[in-house]
């Protein structure tokens, strides 16, 4: 069956709405936590969004999975080795091995690798290994707020939408 435009655009209303709204809670959020540049945060929102609660949560889990990976080998290898260009190229390559070896790895599987570089690339900006690190899990930081903000939401449109009208709500 083929949607209504009119119901199309109010869906497509809603889940802007959303990604809108978690966009600005993120942003507003985490510069009042002191994040200077919460863009991770923004980006994580926009792409763990969607406007089934369901599916939203599966994007959250899989992004939280490859996450982790992309952290943890970030991290280890910011300790190891400190920040480089080639530290990063080189750990992006061992987690997508890492990755292709695993059988039903989660969908999305690339994030790990990109959530690598994003992590590493904080290193950049650091003088000592001690400021990589600190950067390193302040975007971390971004991500998991990105998360929450994003599940939450999702929870609260489903929640909205699923409501049944008073009959004080009926005019």
Same mark, same amino acid.
């Given at each position: ?58 994007? =959250?889990?899989? +992004?939280?999975?490859?996450? &982790? $990976? *992309? @952290?943890? #080998?970030? /991290? %280890? ?5 400190? !920040? ?51 950067? =390193?899990?302040? +975007?971390?930081?971004?991500? &998991? $707020? *990105? @998360?929450? #903000?994003? /599940? %939450? ?5 489903? !929640? ?12």
């Amino acid at each position: 069956m083929i949607a209504h435009p009119l119901d199309r655009f109010k869906k497509a209303l809603v889940y802007a709405s959303k990604m809108l709204l978690g966009a600005a809670i993120c942003w507003y959020g985490l510069l009042a936590m002191g994040v200077a540049d919460p863009v991770w945060g923004v980006i994580t929102v926009l792409i763990v969004s969607d406007p089934d609660v369901a599916t939203a949560l599966d994007l =959250a889990k899989v +992004r939280t999975i490859n996450t &982790a $990976v *992309g @952290c943890t #080998v970030g /991290l %280890a290898t910011m300790l190891i080795f400190g !920040y480089s260009p080639e530290a990063s190229l080189v750990a992006i390559a061992l987690t997508v091995i890492s990755i292709m070896m695993i059988d039903h790895y989660p969908a999305n599987w690339r994030l790990a690798p990109a959530t690598v570089f994003i992590v590493m690339d904080a290193g950049r900006l650091a003088a000592t290994q001690h400021q990589e690190i600190s950067y =390193a899990m302040m +975007r971390m930081l971004e991500i &998991a $707020v *990105g @998360c929450g #903000v994003a /599940l %939450a939401l999702a929870r609260l449109y489903t !929640y909205l939408a699923g409501r049944k009208p008073r009959e004080t709500d009926v005019t």
